[in-house]
Every structure is written in structure tokens, then in C-alpha cells.
T-cell receptor
């Protein structure tokens, strides 16, 4: 699993756009970038996955620059219910021993 | 609702005992993963099964074992329990393996060892 670096925590206010950046300098050619969201005492939930450029779904957008050494999860107009831990995974593949979730980013949305 | 079912939701037991956690994957998913999450260690990968066969092992103790049955449900057996085994145990399933794999997690089993 490509080593990832995310901020430990972030604060935001309701209605703002939140961008969480993940650094993954040693990403491999075949690696996809996947983000999960976890609420307290619940299992992580898949948010979005991408390989390059930009991916958007009903929940978030994922921006990946050409060199793919980082990625940014963008949450538009966050609400209190977006308070959670966000994990960036790169190259998940248990067959290759790549299965670690890391520490994630704790996002706190304030009123 | 992820479609992954874990039972029981809560389990309280004593040190030295043995427990079994059960997981039913989403319909059609062949892969089952087990993770342990404690307050100080985050999500730790334990073991992965694919269509009944063990595919990968993570930080799983020898006191722990798992299996995946022909109907694809999985069980995680924890024996000789210690206080430090208290944690949330998650099961996840997926349809495909490889770089584009997406995991769908159950709501977990909260194990308390007293």
C-alpha cells in the first residue's frame, strides 16, 4: 500500500466547502485512490474512487493531479452530519499485503 | 444500509472465554474481510477470504481464527480472550479484488471483555 499522509484533523463550518488533501508520493502505476468515511461506532463507508483527473458523484469530488502524487477530496457545503473520519487509501490490495487504512482525517463541522 | 450483516451487535464476556462473530456479506460478494478497531490502534486488518479460501492474513493473533462457508457467510472465532481484545470488529465484503476494489462494511460487533 502506498504510504499516505493526511492531516490529522480539520475544522469547518456548516455550508462551507471542505478540501482534504492526501499525499501519496510512491503511488504505483496500477494504484487507484479510494476515500472512505467513518462515523463513530460505524463501519467505514465508501465515498469515491478515482485514477486520474477529476471524479464527481452525488456526495463528493476527487481531484487528482497529473503526477498522481496527491489527491484532494472535496465535500461541497458540509453540514453537521459530515463530521466524521475520512480515510484515503491508495492501492488497496490484500493479496499484495496492502490493506491498511491509516489514521485518517477527523473532520469536525461546527454550526 | 451497506447490505453487510454482522451479529451480534454487542457481546460482553469474560477473560479466557471464546466467542464467535458472524458476518453475512452483500448478495453476490465473494470476498469477506475482518478488521479490528480499538481506540488506540485504528482499523487493523485481520484476515481476508475469497470464495471460501483464505487469501491474506494481517495482524491476526493465533488465538483468533476465521472461516468462510459455502454460502459465503463468515465467522471470526476469538478464544482465550484477554482484556485487550475489547474492540469493535468489522466485517466488510466486496465483489471484486484488485486495485479497484471497494469495501462495504457492516455495522460491527462491539466486544467487551471484562
Amino acid at each position: 500500500l502506498a504510504k499516505t499522509t493526511q492531516p490529522i484533523s480539520m475544522d469547518s463550518y456548516e455550508g462551507q466547502e471542505v478540501n482534504i488533501t492526501c499525499s501519496h508520493n510512491n503511488i504505483a502505476t496500477n494504484d487507484y485512490i479510494t476515500w472512505y468515511q467513518q462515523f463513530p461506532s460505524q463501519g467505514p463507508r465508501f465515498i469515491i474512487q478515482g485514477y486520474k483527473t477529476k471524479v464527481t458523484n452525488e456526495v463528493a469530488s476527487l481531484f487528482i493531479p497529473a503526477d498522481r502524487k496527491s489527491s484532494t477530496l472535496s465535500l461541497p457545503r458540509v453540514s453537521l452530519s459530515d463530521t466524521a473520519v475520512y480515510y484515503c487509501l491508495v492501492g488497496f490490495n490484500t493479496n499484495a499485503g496492502k490493506s491498511t487504512f491509516g489514521d485518517g482525517t477527523t473532520l469536525t463541522v461546527k454550526p | 444500509d451497506s447490505g453487510v450483516t454482522q451479529t451480534p451487535k454487542h457481546l460482553i464476556t469474560a477473560t479466557g472465554q471464546r466467542v464467535t462473530l458472524r458476518c453475512s456479506p452483500r448478495s453476490g460478494d465473494l470476498s469477506v474481510y475482518w478488521y479490528q478497531q480499538s481506540l488506540d490502534q485504528g482499523l487493523q486488518f485481520l484476515i481476508h477470504y475469497y470464495n471460501g479460501e483464505e487469501r491474506a492474513k494481517g495482524n491476526i493473533l493465533e488465538r483468533f481464527s476465521a472461516q468462510q462457508f459455502p454460502d459465503l457467510h463468515s465467522e471470526l472465532n476469538l478464544s482465550s480472550l484477554e482484556l485487550g481484545d475489547s474492540a469493535l470488529y468489522f466485517c466488510a465484503s466486496s465483489r471484486r479484488t484488485g486495485e479497484r476494489e471497494k469495501l462495504f462494511f457492516g455495522s460491527g460487533t462491539q466486544l467487551s471483555v471484562l
